[in-house]
């Protein structure tokens, strides 16, 4: 039932768009959120996230870094 806060980027690939969405349960080092929101082809930023702020300007990298701080 916490919720959790994310950034995704933008369907344009520009931008960190700072999300919130419902932890369903957490198991070891994963957790699972409800995705009702989502999309399934969503790019999610791993890399540097405490840095992000809503709107940041990003810069698709690779699949694996998915986006730098410019």
Known sequence: ???VMFYSVS???RFAIK?????VAMIK???FIN?????DDLLIIVEKQKELKH???V????LELLAVVN
């Open 1 to 3: 039932g916490k919720l």
């Open 11 to 13: 369907e344009d690939g």
């Open 19 to 23: 999300q919130e969405t419902k932890i």
């Open 29 to 31: 080092d994963k957790v």
């Open 35 to 39: 995705s009702n929101k989502l999309d």
């Open 55 to 57: 709107l940041d300007k």
């Open 59 to 62: 810069k698709i990298v690779n």
